[in-house]
Every structure is written in C-alpha cells, then in structure tokens.
C-alpha cells in the first residue's frame, strides 16, 4: 500500500513523501479501513509549515485527521463494526461523546496519533463511527473536525441554535462554509462576510441570506449587527482570532455568543 510521511522537522510540502509499504493488520480492539477520502483543515496546513503547538515536528507522522472509508478488517473483540461498514475516524480517539476529558489522547494526524493520508490505517475501535448512508465519502471525511467543531458551536452552547435566530459567519474557509449550511438547515438568518463578491454569491447559494464584503466595508461587525434584524447576531462564529474579534464583539447581539474557534489572523496586540 502506499502512505505519506511527514519528515520531522518538516517546515513544508517539500518533507512529505510518498512511501510503499505493507498494509497495517488490526490488532485486538482495533479496525482496518481502506481509506476512501481525506478532506484538508487548516490545523493540517500549519503542521506541513511547522507551525503548530510545539513547533516543528519531532518525529515523522502520518498526516491529517479527516477521513473516510471501509471497514477492511477486524482485529479480536471488535463488536460495533464489521468488513464493509462505511466509517469515518474521529479527531480525538477516546472522546465520542460527553464533555472533554484528560484521556482523550492527541487528535489524528499529529505528534501522537497517526493521521489519515494512507491507503490503509487501523484505528482503536473506540475511535470510528459509522456514517450516514446519504453522504459520499467525500462529504463524511469534511465532518470529523470542521464539521463537529461547527456542531459544537452552534448546537452545544449556553443554548442550541434555534430557527429564526441569527448567525454570523467569518469568511467561506471550510468550518464558516459548514457552519452556514447547518445554521440555514436550522432555520438561522445567516449573515456571511467575505472579501470576495464571487465568494459571497456561492454563499448566497448555499443559504446566506445576508451578504458583507468586509473589503468595502471595514465596519463590518456594525453592518451584521444591522443585517440580523435583531440588534445583534444570537451567534458569531469567530474563526479569525485577535484581528477580527474586535467586529465580532460589534456584531454579537446582548445574550448572544461568539465561538471562538481559529487564530487566522495575526494582527493585534491580544491573542483570545
């Protein structure tokens, strides 16, 4: 089968390789997938440039922590999923449900914890959950660490997300696409910002019902405010960290909240 590896020390692409090697065999409690599709985050991107918790790499990984595929094998024990089940690994092994916890181990595709760019990889029982039959694998391997983080900020704050409330969403990167589709599949009014007009209309189709150019309109977190019809967003997905805060607080309504989910700007003086 053939993997990548992510050389340690690695400060770009140029230290992934592809390498050949015999496929993994599930141990007991573990499960063999055939991986079918592994979809990009960010955090993936900031560990190839050695930029994530901790600097480089120490030691050489197996990258990213989203994917998708089958079930190839079971090791001894194994109960929950036979060959042929169509899985998806979760972005921390030992935490499926229930608040965090100090077990939950490091999220897949870091120091740690092997990721899932190969054509084979076994993982803990405990750590892959089935997937809905609607979704390709395609669609299935967007969901371990976008699409949870954006569930969890919607749905597991003070309170879930109710229709009619009011959704604000930084930019059209993978988590703020997300957040936009399930927050319009509630029932949310979705105000979606961006410095690209041709970014904002692929909002609009995909549910926007408001739409800022954050380029022409520095104020933007006044602008939302306005938009929601409301006094305020009940929810600001807050992706962008210390360089759009500031409008993020502008735009949340009284009672509402802000989700403070990325550091992709670097600007300012206090990092949240």
């Known amino acids: 089968m053939r993997k990548y590896v992510l050389e340690s020390g690695a400060s770009s692409l140029d230290h992934l390789k592809a390498v050949d090697c015999e496929a993994p065999t599930p141990g007991p409690g573990e499960v063999l997938i055939r991986v079918r599709a592994c979809s ?84 803990p029982e405990e750590g892959v959950v089935k997937i809905a039959r609607h979704l390709s694998f395609e669609e299935a391997s967007t969901l371990p660490c976008a699409g949870v983080t954006v569930w969890n900020a919607l749905m597991c704050g003070r309170r879930p997300l109710r229709a009619g409330d009011c959704v604000l969403v930084l930019g059209t990167g993978g988590v703020s696409t997300l957040a936009l589709q399930i927050a319009h599949a509630a029932g949310a009014h979705v105000i979606a910002t961006s410095s690209s007009d ?75």
């Not at 899985?87 to 092997?114: D, H, M, S, T, Y």
């Not at 405010?225 to 210390?242: P, R």
């Open 40 to 123: 990009l985050n960010y955090r993936d991107q900031l560990i190839v440039q050695g930029k994530y918790f901790g600097g480089t790499l120490a030691q050489p990984i197996t990258p990213l922590s989203d994917g998708a595929g089958e079930v190839a094998g079971v090791g001894e024990g194994v109960t929950r999923f036979k060959e042929g089940d169509r899985v998806a690994g979760i972005f921390f092994q030992k935490w499926r449900a229930g608040p965090a916890n100090p077990e939950q181990g490091p999220a897949l595709g870091a120091v740690g914890a092997k990721g899932m760019l190969a054509e084979y990889v076994t993982l």
């Open 198 to 272: 041709e970014k904002l209309e692929r909002a609009r189709a995909l549910g926007a019902a408001s739409l800022i150019n954050y380029r022409k309109t520095p104020n933007w977190g006044a602008e939302a405010a306005k938009a929601s019809n409301k006094g305020g967003a009940d929810c600001v997905v807050e992706v962008g960290g210390a360089g759009t805060l500031a409008q993020s607080m502008q735009a949340v309504g009284y009672n509402g909240e802000i989700a403070l989910i990325g550091v992709l700007t670097r600007e300012g003086d206090t990092h949240p």
